[in-house]
């Protein structure tokens, strides 16, 4: 079983900067594609970007494109969401998720194991 921790949520200004970690503990991710997902307040919960196996091969949803950067350190079995030119529109409940086959990214039904979210809150 794989136990996956995000952490560095918080509230931020628009146009500020936020780190998101997830911890994986239980086994190594490290052969494992990694996605981040989002979920507003009403909204269905979404593909926000993903890395292979590698951390080479990366994917971004349009709307974080050009903002967000992911990345991971497999010998720390650790992803990274670093967020910049934050809007408040990203305001969102972020996941973190672990997708075994490395064959899917933006799919969510197709990834195995979820953190339980962090919140990320962007303000005027």
């Known amino acids: 079983q794989v136990q996956l921790v995000e952490s560095g949520g918080g509230l931020v200004q628009a146009g500020g900067s936020l780190r998101l970690s997830c911890a994986a503990s239980?086994?190594?991710?490290?052969?494992?594609?990694m996605g981040w997902f989002r979920q507003a307040p009403g909204k269905e919960r979404e593909f926000v970007a993903a890395v292979r196996w590698s951390g080479i091969n990366t994917y971004y949803a349009d709307s974080v494109k050009g903002r967000f950067t992911i990345s991971r350190d497999n010998a720390k079995n650790t992803v990274y969401l670093q967020m910049n030119s934050l809007k408040q529109e990203d305001t969102a409940v972020y996941y973190c998720?672990?997708?075994?086959?490395?064959?899917?990214?933006?799919?969510?039904?197709?990834?195995?194991?979820w953190g339980q979210g962090t919140q990320v809150t962007v303000s005027s």
């Open positions: 998720a672990a997708e075994r086959t490395g064959r899917f990214y933006a799919e969510s039904g197709y990834y195995d194991y």
């Open positions: 239980g086994r190594t991710i490290s052969s494992w594609t």
